[in-house]
């Protein structure tokens, strides 16, 4: 099946630090996503990716969808300590599927 | 801001009893999925539901488990015969189209014993 690899596993930053994660895949993906979890909730979705190449923001937040369709990243800039909790990429293919990565735990000491 | 809603928060169950997943899409949405997570780990798609069938499946989504949209607003997941290693949180989620963007309920922590 399809898998992506999610990295870093986890990091731990200083608040006010600037913080980039990324996916990558041997397959390609039609959608890319990006989505926080905070213990015992669900995923919140916070950028949605549609198009090779296109780069998005929202907020502090900036995600690109590789050109390749097999890799995304995402940074967030000034960490502040709401920032915590684990983000996931999902890459989703037409009939809507989504696969996700392993997450990324992100700490951010004030 | 609409919402998915799922019910109940948290469901325990003895080994071998049915349970019923019950999740409210988001209105307007067409799509509905439901995803599981066990403790610790990713989150793992388990079926896709459009036109009130399966569009498609993994496979963790065995004999046991079945999807039913039986009104206009409910979409649920039943487990037959739960077994120690179906304990998760169980997500739905909905989209408006396939390939857009799904929106997560809050989940349904299930716990075998």
């Known amino acids: 099946g399809q898998q992506l690899n999610q990295s870093p596993q986890s990091m731990f930053i200083q608040e006010g630090e600037d913080v980039s994660m990324n996916c990558t895949s041997s397959?390609?993906?039609?959608?890319w996503l990006w989505y926080k979890q905070d213990p015992g909730e669900g995923p919140v979705l916070l950028i949605a990716l549609y198009k090779a190449g296109e780069l998005t923001s929202n907020g502090r937040l900036t995600a690109q969808f590789g050109i390749t369709r097999k890799d995304s990243f995402l940074n967030i800039s000034a960490s502040i300590p709401s920032d915590v909790g684990i983000y996931f990429c999902?890459?989703?293919?037409?009939?809507?599927?989504?696969?996700f990565g392993d997450g990324t735990t992100l700490t951010v000491k004030p | 801001e609409p919402e998915v809603t799922q019910t109940p928060s948290h469901q325990v169950t003895q080994m071998g009893q049915e349970v019923i997943l019950r999740c409210v899409p988001i209105?307007?949405?067409?799509?509905f999925y439901w995803y599981r997570q066990i403790l610790g780990q990713k989150v793992e798609f388990l079926v896709s539901f459009y036109n009130n069938e399966i569009s498609e499946k993994s496979e963790i989504f065995d004999d046991q488990f079945s999807v039913e949209r039986p009104d206009g607003s409910n979409f649920t997941l039943k487990i037959r015969s739960t077994k120690l290693e179906d304990s998760a949180m169980y997500f739905c989620?909905?989209?408006?189209?396939?390939?857009?963007?799904?929106?997560f309920g809050p989940g349904t922590r299930l716990t075998v014993t």
């Open positions: 989620a909905s989209s408006e189209q396939g390939t857009y963007s799904q929106y």
């Open positions: 209105s307007n949405h067409l799509y």
């Open positions: 397959s390609i993906f039609n959608t």
């Open positions: 999902a890459g989703q293919t037409n009939a809507g599927k989504s696969t």
